[in-house]
């Protein structure tokens, strides 16, 4: 299991501390890893168009193949108690795997995108997707959106295989969404 590790003079908070912390004023997204805080810019006009454009293509995908899972979209959050909370973008848990946890409480997902901005690519390729790997999140998107590519991860044991990275004309493949395929410039295109 990766966690973050810090230095002993780091405030740490509980999942209550956290919830209790204010909105910055800047809107930056708030997560927990571990008791650390991590605080990431506001999403911007591309990123959000990604997302928007899932947001079109996966309900789709989810009604024609009759899949009883669930999109959850930014501010649902993925927790461990007592001191991990995240945010993806958009996140996707099964009917089977939502039968296995409590009843609204999500300590794992079947698929999370994130959308990468240059303000939080190295925290979003690192310590969110070592978090999500130690969650037990099966499939990982990363959406870079000023490369206007997308890299998967697949879940291997505890941690990720090797990345596919994809571009514009690429398919991608859902391994947890089967018979799912998205031209990766779909994504970005207007």
């Not at 911007?44 to 999109?71: F, Q, T, W």
């Not at 490369?147 to 994809?166: K, T």
Request: charged share 25%; net charge negative.
């Amino acid at each position: 299991m990766a966690w973050v590790s810090t230095s002993p003079l780091v405030k740490t908070y509980t999942l209550e501390e956290f919830w209790e912390l204010p909105e910055p004023p800047d809107h930056s997204k708030l997560e927990l890893i571990a008791g650390v805080l991590y605080m990431t810019p506001p999403p911007g006009y591309l990123h959000e168009n990604a997302v928007s454009r899932l947001l079109s293509l996966l309900p789709d995908y989810l009604i024609k193949s009759g899949d009883k899972g669930r999109l959850y979209v930014p501010r649902a959050g993925i927790w461990k108690t007592p001191h991990t909370w995240l945010e993806p973008d958009l996140f996707y848990v099964s009917a089977e795997t939502q039968a296995q946890l409590e009843p609204s409480y999500r300590t794992t997902a079947d698929l999370v995108v994130e959308v990468i901005s240059p303000g939080s690519a190295i925290y979003d390729r690192n310590t969110k997707a070592d978090t999500y790997a130690a969650l037990g999140v099966k499939e990982l998107w990363l959406i870079d959106e000023a490369s206007g590519m997308i890299e998967v991860r697949i879940l291997e044991g505890d941690q990720y295989a090797p990345s596919v990275v994809l571009e514009s004309d690429d398919l991608l493949r859902s391994v947890v969404l089967r018979g799912l395929e998205i031209r990766v410039g779909s994504i970005f295109a207007d």
